[in-house]
């Protein structure tokens, strides 16, 4: 029975924190999104500085992302009416070029665009709330970080610790009390 304590208490905090890692592991595509659309875009919750990325797959063949990504600009120069329209659209605010970016880079943010615009179309769905244009009133009930989610796995990790040391302690304890007091017939 002790054994099974000893090995339960490690292996439930080991499971945690790999599920956890599991669930909250973040994509290339959401990395690079951070680093590099974040500042001036959103999906599904509205106009920044640059338009609402969500749906703009289905709006754009990804071709042509890849260039606009790259460098809006050269688009617009050339006289591409979608570029040159979409310019005009955001009253003229230059995008920032991206040249640096690979096409596999720019495809994996293209990827996790799609999956949160899903995301958001069905947080919205389930909620029931959404106004047009996409925005969502339904805030999720949590949300955690990456970081954040470890640092809760490793206090979840710490309590069980805690816990599996004071049961112990406390067998212990009755064990020598036990053994002190006369009762020597376990050892």
């Given at each position: 029975m002790?054994?099974?304590?000893?090995?339960?208490t490690f292996l439930i905090p080991v499971f945690c924190l790999y599920s956890t890692s599991q669930v909250f592991s973040a994509s290339p595509g959401s990395e690079l999104f951070k680093t590099n659309c974040m500042a001036c875009h959103t999906i599904g919750k509205g106009k920044v500085v640059g338009p609402d990325l969500k749906g703009v797959n289905e709006r754009y063949?990804?071709?042509?992302?890849?260039?606009?990504?790259?460098?809006?600009?050269?688009?617009?120069?050339?006289?591409?009416?979608?570029?040159?329209?979409?310019?005009e659209a955001n009253n003229k605010v230059v995008m920032t070029d991206f040249p640096s970016l690979a096409d596999?880079?720019?495809?994996?943010?293209?990827?996790?665009?799609?999956?949160?615009?899903?995301?958001?179309?069905?947080?919205?769905?389930?909620?029931?709330?959404?106004?047009?244009g996409g925005q969502t009133?339904?805030?999720?009930?949590?949300?955690?970080?990456?970081?954040?989610?470890?640092?809760?796995?490793?206090?979840?990790?710490?309590?069980?610790?805690?816990?599996?040391?004071?049961?112990?302690?406390?067998?212990?304890?009755?064990?020598?009390s036990d053994y002190y007091s006369g009762n020597r017939s376990e050892f």
């Amino acid at each position: 029975m002790k054994f099974k304590l000893g090995f339960l208490t490690f292996l439930i905090p080991v499971f945690c924190l790999y599920s956890t890692s599991q669930v909250f592991s973040a994509s290339p595509g959401s990395e690079l999104f951070k680093t590099n659309c974040m500042a001036c875009h959103t999906i599904g919750k509205g106009k920044v500085v640059g338009p609402d990325l969500k749906g703009v797959n289905e709006r754009y063949e990804e071709a042509w992302l890849l260039k606009w990504i790259k460098s809006s600009q050269s688009l617009v120069k050339s006289g591409d009416t979608v570029a040159v329209s979409l310019f005009e659209a955001n009253n003229k605010v230059v995008m920032t070029d991206f040249p640096s970016l690979a096409d596999e880079q720019i495809k994996s943010i293209l990827t996790y665009i799609k999956e949160e615009g899903l995301l958001a179309a069905a947080t919205a769905a389930a909620t029931g709330s959404s106004f047009a244009g996409g925005q969502t009133t339904g805030e999720p009930l949590f949300s955690f970080s990456f970081s954040e989610t470890i640092l809760l796995s490793l206090v979840i990790m710490l309590l069980l610790v805690v816990l599996s040391l004071s049961i112990s302690v406390r067998k212990l304890s009755n064990e020598l009390s036990d053994y002190y007091s006369g009762n020597r017939s376990e050892f």
